[in-house]
Protein backbone atom coordinates (compact mmCIF):
# COMPACT_ATOMS: atom_id res chain seq x y z
CA UNK A 1 0.00 0.00 0.00
CA UNK A 2 2.83 2.59 1.10
CA UNK A 3 4.78 1.25 -1.98
CA UNK A 4 1.64 2.12 -4.59
CA UNK A 5 1.10 5.46 -2.70
CA UNK A 6 4.65 6.54 -3.77
CA UNK A 7 4.86 5.26 -7.13
CA UNK A 8 1.53 8.01 -7.86
CA UNK A 9 3.52 10.67 -5.94
CA UNK A 10 6.07 9.72 -8.36
CA UNK A 11 4.82 9.96 -11.42
CA UNK A 12 2.22 12.04 -10.54
CA UNK A 13 -1.10 10.91 -9.87
CA UNK A 14 -3.82 12.49 -13.34
CA UNK A 15 -6.69 12.81 -11.10
CA UNK A 16 -4.78 15.82 -8.82
CA UNK A 17 -6.30 18.85 -8.72
CA UNK A 18 -4.89 21.78 -10.39
CA UNK A 19 -5.18 25.13 -8.46
CA UNK A 20 -7.90 27.36 -10.47
CA UNK A 21 -6.67 28.97 -13.88
CA UNK A 22 -2.98 27.91 -12.91
CA UNK A 23 -0.96 27.32 -15.87
CA UNK A 24 -0.72 23.91 -17.39
CA UNK A 25 2.84 23.20 -18.58
CA UNK A 26 2.80 20.62 -21.71
CA UNK A 27 3.64 20.42 -25.48
CA UNK A 28 0.28 19.99 -26.93
CA UNK A 29 -1.31 22.06 -30.10
CA UNK A 30 -2.28 24.69 -28.04
CA UNK A 31 0.48 25.11 -25.71
CA UNK A 32 2.90 25.59 -28.88
CA UNK A 33 0.52 28.47 -30.10
CA UNK A 34 1.47 31.78 -29.52
CA UNK A 35 -0.47 33.69 -27.07
CA UNK A 36 -1.09 36.70 -29.64
CA UNK A 37 -2.40 33.79 -31.39
CA UNK A 38 -4.77 32.22 -28.72
CA UNK A 39 -5.80 35.88 -28.03
CA UNK A 40 -7.46 36.10 -31.48
CA UNK A 41 -9.17 32.39 -31.49
CA UNK A 42 -10.57 33.42 -28.07
CA UNK A 43 -12.15 36.52 -28.80
CA UNK A 44 -13.23 35.21 -31.83
CA UNK A 45 -14.77 32.26 -30.34
CA UNK A 46 -16.31 34.22 -27.79
CA UNK A 47 -17.92 36.71 -29.94
CA UNK A 48 -20.14 34.05 -32.00
CA UNK A 49 -20.54 32.73 -28.31
CA UNK A 50 -22.30 36.14 -27.23
CA UNK A 51 -24.42 38.01 -30.09
CA UNK A 52 -26.13 34.65 -30.41
CA UNK A 53 -29.42 33.83 -28.67
CA UNK A 54 -30.63 30.41 -27.19
CA UNK A 55 -29.81 27.56 -25.42
CA UNK A 56 -28.19 25.43 -28.36
CA UNK A 57 -25.71 26.74 -29.90
CA UNK A 58 -24.25 27.71 -26.20
CA UNK A 59 -24.73 23.91 -25.38
CA UNK A 60 -22.58 23.13 -28.52
CA UNK A 61 -19.86 25.93 -27.52
CA UNK A 62 -19.51 24.99 -23.88
CA UNK A 63 -18.65 21.15 -25.02
CA UNK A 64 -16.25 22.29 -27.48
CA UNK A 65 -14.72 24.85 -25.17
CA UNK A 66 -14.16 21.24 -22.87
CA UNK A 67 -13.12 19.24 -25.77
CA UNK A 68 -11.09 21.66 -27.26
CA UNK A 69 -8.84 21.85 -23.52
CA UNK A 70 -9.42 17.81 -23.72
CA UNK A 71 -7.80 17.09 -26.83
CA UNK A 72 -5.64 20.31 -28.24
CA UNK A 73 -4.25 20.67 -25.16
CA UNK A 74 -4.39 17.09 -23.27
CA UNK A 75 -6.05 18.84 -20.03
CA UNK A 76 -8.23 16.47 -19.07
CA UNK A 77 -12.09 17.94 -17.10
CA UNK A 78 -10.08 16.34 -13.77
CA UNK A 79 -7.80 18.99 -13.58
CA UNK A 80 -10.73 22.06 -13.82
CA UNK A 81 -14.18 20.03 -11.97
CA UNK A 82 -13.54 22.86 -9.14
CA UNK A 83 -14.40 25.48 -11.61
CA UNK A 84 -17.52 23.31 -12.92
CA UNK A 85 -18.41 22.57 -9.29
CA UNK A 86 -18.73 26.46 -9.01
CA UNK A 87 -20.07 27.34 -11.91
CA UNK A 88 -23.11 24.63 -11.49
CA UNK A 89 -25.25 26.27 -8.54
CA UNK A 90 -25.13 29.37 -10.04
CA UNK A 91 -26.55 28.17 -13.36
CA UNK A 92 -29.35 26.17 -10.85
CA UNK A 93 -29.93 29.36 -9.52
CA UNK A 94 -30.32 31.16 -12.86
CA UNK A 95 -32.50 28.79 -14.25
CA UNK A 96 -35.05 29.05 -11.06
CA UNK A 97 -35.36 32.55 -10.98
CA UNK A 98 -35.79 33.23 -14.36
CA UNK A 99 -38.56 29.90 -14.61
CA UNK A 100 -40.04 31.45 -11.67
CA UNK A 101 -40.33 35.32 -12.87
CA UNK A 102 -40.76 34.54 -16.73
CA UNK A 103 -43.69 34.53 -18.84
CA UNK A 104 -46.06 32.20 -20.62
CA UNK A 105 -46.44 29.18 -21.46
CA UNK A 106 -45.87 27.81 -18.15
CA UNK A 107 -45.01 23.95 -17.30
CA UNK A 108 -46.84 22.76 -14.19
CA UNK A 109 -45.62 20.25 -12.16
CA UNK A 110 -48.16 18.74 -9.32
CA UNK A 111 -45.78 16.96 -6.15
CA UNK A 112 -46.42 14.37 -4.96
CA UNK A 113 -48.87 12.83 -8.30
CA UNK A 114 -52.61 13.67 -7.64
CA UNK A 115 -52.30 15.88 -5.02
CA UNK A 116 -53.51 19.77 -4.99
CA UNK A 117 -49.80 21.18 -4.83
CA UNK A 118 -48.24 22.20 -7.94
CA UNK A 119 -45.68 24.13 -9.00
CA UNK A 120 -45.97 26.17 -12.45
CA UNK A 121 -42.30 26.97 -14.20
CA UNK A 122 -42.21 29.54 -17.07
CA UNK A 123 -40.78 27.51 -20.15
CA UNK A 124 -39.02 30.67 -21.65
CA UNK A 125 -37.53 31.55 -18.32
CA UNK A 126 -36.53 27.69 -17.89
CA UNK A 127 -34.65 28.21 -21.31
CA UNK A 128 -33.25 31.94 -20.95
CA UNK A 129 -31.98 30.71 -17.61
CA UNK A 130 -30.07 27.84 -18.96
CA UNK A 131 -28.50 29.98 -21.82
CA UNK A 132 -27.51 32.62 -19.49
CA UNK A 133 -26.02 29.95 -17.26
CA UNK A 134 -24.31 28.31 -20.69
CA UNK A 135 -23.02 31.61 -21.46
CA UNK A 136 -21.28 31.78 -17.93
CA UNK A 137 -19.63 28.72 -18.99
CA UNK A 138 -18.57 29.43 -21.87
CA UNK A 139 -16.66 32.78 -21.15
CA UNK A 140 -15.13 31.00 -17.69
CA UNK A 141 -13.75 28.08 -20.03
CA UNK A 142 -12.46 30.52 -22.86
CA UNK A 143 -10.21 32.46 -19.95
CA UNK A 144 -9.46 28.41 -18.75
CA UNK A 145 -8.21 27.81 -22.30
CA UNK A 146 -5.58 30.42 -22.28
CA UNK A 147 -4.51 30.50 -19.01
CA UNK A 148 -3.75 26.63 -18.65
CA UNK A 149 -2.12 26.91 -21.66
CA UNK A 150 0.13 29.99 -21.98
CA UNK A 151 3.19 30.81 -19.71
CA UNK A 152 2.75 34.08 -17.49
CA UNK A 153 6.33 35.02 -19.14
CA UNK A 154 4.83 34.47 -22.45
CA UNK A 155 1.92 36.41 -21.86
CA UNK A 156 4.19 39.36 -20.74
CA UNK A 157 6.46 39.05 -23.64
CA UNK A 158 3.19 39.07 -26.08
CA UNK A 159 2.01 41.87 -24.78
CA UNK A 160 5.55 44.28 -25.02
CA UNK A 161 6.07 42.51 -28.55
CA UNK A 162 2.68 44.73 -29.51
CA UNK A 163 3.63 47.93 -28.12
CA UNK A 164 2.53 47.57 -24.30
CA UNK A 165 5.10 49.02 -21.89
CA UNK A 166 7.29 46.07 -20.00
CA UNK A 167 6.24 46.93 -16.56
CA UNK A 168 2.26 46.71 -17.49
CA UNK A 169 3.21 43.73 -19.89
CA UNK A 170 4.35 42.22 -16.96
CA UNK A 171 2.09 43.42 -14.25
CA UNK A 172 -0.34 41.27 -16.19
CA UNK A 173 1.69 38.25 -16.37
CA UNK A 174 2.52 38.65 -12.76
CA UNK A 175 -0.98 38.96 -12.04
CA UNK A 176 -1.87 35.39 -13.67
CA UNK A 177 0.88 33.96 -11.45
CA UNK A 178 -0.07 35.34 -8.69
CA UNK A 179 -3.37 33.76 -8.24
CA UNK A 180 -2.76 30.46 -7.97
CA UNK A 181 -0.25 31.56 -5.18
CA UNK A 182 -2.79 33.09 -3.35
CA UNK A 183 -5.30 29.88 -3.89
CA UNK A 184 -2.60 28.25 -2.28
CA UNK A 185 -2.47 30.42 0.70
CA UNK A 186 -5.90 29.95 1.44
CA UNK A 187 -5.97 25.78 1.70
CA UNK A 188 -2.82 26.48 3.37
CA UNK A 189 -4.87 28.78 5.92
CA UNK A 190 -7.73 26.20 5.89
CA UNK A 191 -5.27 23.20 6.46
CA UNK A 192 -3.78 25.51 9.94
CA UNK A 193 -7.45 25.62 10.99
CA UNK A 194 -8.12 22.08 10.03
CA UNK A 195 -5.06 21.51 12.40
CA UNK A 196 -6.61 23.18 15.49
CA UNK A 197 -10.16 21.64 15.29
CA UNK A 198 -11.56 24.56 12.61
CA UNK A 199 -13.20 22.46 10.24
CA UNK A 200 -15.88 25.41 8.91
CA UNK A 201 -14.54 25.48 5.10
CA UNK A 202 -15.05 21.42 5.08
CA UNK A 203 -18.61 22.31 6.31
CA UNK A 204 -21.84 21.84 3.73
CA UNK A 205 -23.46 25.23 5.19
CA UNK A 206 -22.74 28.13 2.73
CA UNK A 207 -22.52 29.91 5.78
CA UNK A 208 -20.05 28.21 7.76
CA UNK A 209 -17.80 28.64 4.72
CA UNK A 210 -18.34 32.22 4.07
CA UNK A 211 -17.10 32.85 7.87
CA UNK A 212 -14.20 31.21 7.16
CA UNK A 213 -13.16 32.37 3.99
CA UNK A 214 -13.73 35.71 6.22
CA UNK A 215 -11.70 35.05 9.07
CA UNK A 216 -8.83 33.72 6.64
CA UNK A 217 -8.98 37.44 4.62
CA UNK A 218 -6.19 38.85 7.21
CA UNK A 219 -3.46 36.37 7.15
CA UNK A 220 -4.54 35.64 3.56
CA UNK A 221 -3.62 39.61 2.99
CA UNK A 222 -1.11 39.40 5.10
CA UNK A 223 0.60 36.53 3.52
CA UNK A 224 0.04 37.77 -0.40
CA UNK A 225 1.53 41.93 1.05
CA UNK A 226 4.67 39.36 2.28
CA UNK A 227 4.97 37.31 -0.72
CA UNK A 228 4.68 40.57 -3.15
CA UNK A 229 7.34 42.61 -1.37
CA UNK A 230 9.78 39.30 -1.40
CA UNK A 231 9.03 38.93 -5.15
CA UNK A 232 10.03 42.70 -6.00
CA UNK A 233 12.71 43.08 -3.87
CA UNK A 234 13.49 39.77 -5.42
CA UNK A 235 13.91 41.65 -8.61
CA UNK A 236 14.95 44.42 -8.19
CA UNK A 237 18.13 43.00 -6.91
CA UNK A 238 18.56 41.05 -10.19
CA UNK A 239 18.37 44.57 -12.21
CA UNK A 240 14.51 44.59 -12.92
CA UNK A 241 14.07 48.22 -13.54
CA UNK A 242 17.77 49.13 -14.84
CA UNK A 243 17.22 49.07 -18.53
CA UNK A 244 14.33 51.94 -17.73
CA UNK A 245 16.68 54.16 -15.74
CA UNK A 246 19.55 54.11 -17.61
CA UNK A 247 18.22 53.61 -21.17
CA UNK A 248 19.35 50.33 -21.79
CA UNK A 249 18.01 47.72 -24.36
CA UNK A 250 15.83 44.65 -22.18
CA UNK A 251 17.19 41.82 -23.34
CA UNK A 252 14.77 38.23 -22.83
CA UNK A 253 16.12 34.94 -22.02
CA UNK A 254 13.42 33.64 -24.72
CA UNK A 255 10.88 34.79 -28.05
CA UNK A 256 8.76 33.78 -29.18
CA UNK A 257 7.20 33.87 -33.18
CA UNK A 258 4.45 33.60 -35.29
CA UNK A 259 4.64 30.25 -36.78
CA UNK A 260 2.43 28.34 -39.67
CA UNK A 261 0.18 27.19 -37.49
CA UNK A 262 -0.51 30.62 -35.86
CA UNK A 263 -1.46 31.97 -39.09
CA UNK A 264 -3.45 28.97 -40.47
CA UNK A 265 -5.48 29.52 -36.44
CA UNK A 266 -5.99 33.14 -36.99
CA UNK A 267 -7.55 32.78 -40.69
CA UNK A 268 -9.80 29.85 -39.19
CA UNK A 269 -10.69 31.74 -36.46
CA UNK A 270 -11.28 35.21 -38.17
CA UNK A 271 -13.53 33.15 -40.43
CA UNK A 272 -15.70 31.89 -37.76
CA UNK A 273 -16.22 35.07 -36.43
CA UNK A 274 -16.87 36.56 -39.44
CA UNK A 275 -19.29 33.90 -40.42
CA UNK A 276 -21.02 33.44 -37.32
CA UNK A 277 -21.67 37.47 -36.96
CA UNK A 278 -23.16 37.14 -40.58
CA UNK A 279 -25.45 34.79 -40.36
CA UNK A 280 -26.39 36.47 -37.24
CA UNK A 281 -26.98 39.57 -38.95
CA UNK A 282 -29.05 38.26 -41.98
CA UNK A 283 -30.90 36.00 -39.90
CA UNK A 284 -32.06 37.13 -36.80
CA UNK A 285 -34.96 40.18 -35.95
CA UNK A 286 -33.35 42.47 -33.33
CA UNK A 287 -32.90 46.18 -32.48
CA UNK A 288 -29.75 47.42 -34.23
CA UNK A 289 -29.84 50.38 -32.30
CA UNK A 290 -29.63 48.92 -28.79
CA UNK A 291 -27.67 45.97 -29.96
CA UNK A 292 -25.01 47.89 -31.29
CA UNK A 293 -25.23 50.44 -28.26
CA UNK A 294 -25.00 47.20 -25.85
CA UNK A 295 -21.74 45.72 -27.91
CA UNK A 296 -20.34 49.41 -28.01
CA UNK A 297 -20.88 49.96 -23.66
CA UNK A 298 -19.60 46.44 -23.40
CA UNK A 299 -16.53 47.14 -25.29
CA UNK A 300 -15.91 50.57 -24.58
CA UNK A 301 -15.52 50.91 -21.26
CA UNK A 302 -12.84 47.98 -20.79
CA UNK A 303 -11.01 49.66 -23.56
CA UNK A 304 -11.36 53.56 -22.25
CA UNK A 305 -9.54 52.20 -19.24
CA UNK A 306 -6.94 50.55 -20.33
CA UNK A 307 -6.34 53.46 -22.40
CA UNK A 308 -6.54 55.85 -19.32
CA UNK A 309 -4.29 53.20 -17.47
CA UNK A 310 -2.18 53.39 -20.42
CA UNK A 311 -1.95 56.99 -21.04
CA UNK A 312 -1.48 57.79 -17.03
CA UNK A 313 1.56 55.61 -16.93
CA UNK A 314 3.37 56.51 -19.90
CA UNK A 315 3.36 60.22 -18.19
CA UNK A 316 4.88 59.00 -14.87
CA UNK A 317 7.38 57.27 -16.93
CA UNK A 318 8.27 60.24 -19.11
CA UNK A 319 8.32 62.36 -15.38
CA UNK A 320 10.47 59.75 -13.86
CA UNK A 321 12.69 59.97 -16.72
CA UNK A 322 12.93 63.71 -16.97
CA UNK A 323 13.32 63.97 -13.52
CA UNK A 324 16.48 61.49 -13.49
CA UNK A 325 18.06 63.28 -16.80
CA UNK A 326 17.98 66.38 -14.54
CA UNK A 327 19.31 64.26 -11.26
CA UNK A 328 22.33 63.47 -13.40
CA UNK A 329 22.73 66.55 -15.49
CA UNK A 330 23.38 68.28 -11.62
CA UNK A 331 25.42 65.48 -10.37
CA UNK A 332 27.76 66.12 -13.77
CA UNK A 333 27.79 69.92 -13.03
Not at 38 to 43: S, T, V
Not at 80 to 107: C, D, E, K, N, R
Not at 307 to 321: D, E, G, P, V
Given at each position: ????????????????????????????????????????????????????????????????????????????????????????????????????????????????????????????????????????????????????????????????????????????????????????????????????????????????ILRAIIAAMPPLATGALRRSQNIALAMELRGFSFPTEFGVKRTFLRDIKLGKADYVTMALSLGYAFLGSGLFFMTQRFDVFGYAA????????????????????????????????????????
Open positions: MIRKKVQEIERGDESTLKFLYQYSAGNSFLHRLDPRTKIILILCYLVVALIWPGYILMTFTTIFAILLLWFAARISPREYWQFLAYLTPIMIALIIIQSASGGPPYLTFTFPPNSGFSIALSEPGFFLGLAIGLRLATMGLAFMIFAMTTDPFDISLALHKIGVAFKLSFLVGFMLRFLPLIQEELFTIGDASKARAYKAMDSKNPISGLTMFLAFPLLAIIALFTSYQRAAKRKRQELQEKISTELE
